[in-house]
């Protein structure tokens, strides 16, 4: 089409005379849309929190393997055949129901009706795969499985609320499946965790080899979320206008000062409770909540009529000069890891002035060294059956050789019982008996602090 410049002309006459009869109603409808444009735009992150779940993407330290996921991510993809409930009780999870058999040596567990893997397959009780040392399990038919233990222990089903998994990392009615996993040499560096329940957000976990990576990775935007347990390096977020810090405790772990009861002097009563009077617990308080025990406060066998560590460094020095005194071998050698060093010197320095002479000693994550106090991070046993870690005949967990005949009854005692009634009666006196004859210092369950952007 060609236009002359009439044709020209024209058409510009007609759109200007258009645009000045209009322009009132031209320039309320640029301004109306403009406006409307600038506050979508603006409402959008909320609006995208209304209508859209928020994807979290966490930051994980550590090596795994697909024979070694965190619990924190198992405990989300799969079930165990029971759990066990704030009150202390055994609650049916994969299975349905569950009898005692043979005076307490079997133990016969039913499925619950259809029951599938999250790749589709169906789950039998052949698929179940505890694998305990000492137990032998034979399924009887597709939703039916026997233990065998050789002798009773009424408490047998809390050690199977631990998930069970398919490899790799398939699991069963758990809140989420994984989508995706990415390896590197064989360890995990990515998991990708879809909800099997609405109103749920995806996970992703992505894994790093330390913690200046773990850091670096939520500055470059990698992660939106992850745990620290220094506070000095949760405080370096706290001028971040897009972050948030929150603080929980650790009720699974707990610092703890081992003792080993071979050493002739930490064999006495009066020793012990004079170590443990000399160091100053209030010191702790930026670092955990303050322990009073092995158990926690939050289990319903914590007993709250214990009492509190007393910090007297005068007493304590008075008990080691007369009991040790200037003994040639009252050496003795505190060993820790290195993310604990602060901790064991101030540590150190207490039992110093209180006249030990005392080494603080370095070891490696994968090395055991020997030690006559070790400073660590115990992981508590949700259940407080702690017969592992301080019963006599315990050569594995009972790391520190304790002894005691009155805690060996009380640990014996306490497992062979599943009224809960009874065994928080033991428990209770456990704690006393303990706490009076220490074989440990229990110091505090940490702090964890979550950073994440808001």
């Known amino acids: 089409m060609v236009f002359n410049r009439k044709t020209i002309r024209y058409y510009y006459w007609l759109i200007k005379e258009f645009f000045v009869k209009h322009v009132k109603l031209i320039t309320i409808s640029f301004v109306i849309t403009f406006l409307f444009i600038i506050g979508i735009i603006s409402l959008s992150p909320y609006l995208s929190n209304l209508f859209t779940i928020k994807k979290r993407i966490i930051g994980l330290v550590g ?81 039916t499985i026997d233990f065998f233990l050789v002798k009773p222990l009424p408490i047998f089903p809390t050690y199977l609320r631990k998930p069970i998994l398919k490899y790799p990392l398939i699991g069963i009615a758990g809140t989420y499946h994984a989508n995706q996993i990415k390896t590197k040499y064989g360890n995990i560096t990515e998991i990708l965790l879809e909800p099997n329940k609405k109103d749920l957000p995806p996970l992703t976990y992505k894994i790093y080899g330390n913690e200046t990576q773990l850091l670096a990775a939520y500055k470059k935007g990698e992660i939106n979320e992850f745990n620290l347990t220094k506070k000095s390096l949760a405080d370096t977020f706290s001028s971040w206008a897009n972050t948030k810090i929150e603080r929980t405790i650790d009720y699974s772990q707990l610092m703890t000062l081992f003792f080993n009861n071979d050493n002739q002097f930490l064999k006495e009563k009066d020793i012990k409770s004079a170590i443990t009077s000399a160091i100053d617990t209030s010191k702790f308080k930026d670092l955990g909540e303050i322990a009073t025990g092995p158990i926690q406060p939050i289990s319903w066998a914590y007993n709250p009529n214990l009492k509190k560590n007393v910090y007297d460094p005068d007493l304590s020095e ?33 039992l110093k002035n209180a006249g030990l002479s005392v080494n603080l000693i370095i070891a490696s994550p994968d090395k055991q060294s020997n030690f006559d106090f070790l400073l660590a991070l115990w992981k508590v046993p949700l259940d407080p059956d702690q017969y592992y870690f301080w019963h006599s005949t315990q050569t594995q967990g009972n790391i520190g050789n304790y002894k005691n005949v009155k805690i060996d009854k009380l640990l014996e005692d306490g497992r062979n019982s599943l009224s809960l009634d009874e065994r928080k009666k033991i428990y209770f006196e456990y704690q006393r008996i303990i706490q009076d004859d220490p074989p440990a210092a229990f110091l505090y369950f940490p702090y964890i602090y979550t950073i994440k952007r808001k």
């Open 63 to 143: 090596t795994y393997d697909l024979n070694s996921v965190p619990e924190e991510i198992t405990n989300q993809v799969s079930n165990g055949l029971v759990y066990i409930n704030e009150q202390g009780e055994i609650v049916p999870a994969l299975a349905s129901t569950w009898e005692v058999r043979n005076n307490g040596k079997e133990y016969r567990f039913h499925l619950k009706n259809n029951l599938i893997w999250d790749n589709g397959k169906k789950f039998t009780a052949a698929d179940i795969n505890y694998n305990f040392k000492d137990i032998r399990s034979k399924p009887v038919d597709d939703k």
């Open 318 to 350: 008075k008990v080691i000069k007369k009991d040790i005194g200037s003994s040639q071998s009252a050496q003795f050698n505190l060993v820790t890891y290195y993310d604990y060093y602060d901790t064991a010197d101030g540590i150190v320095t207490e």
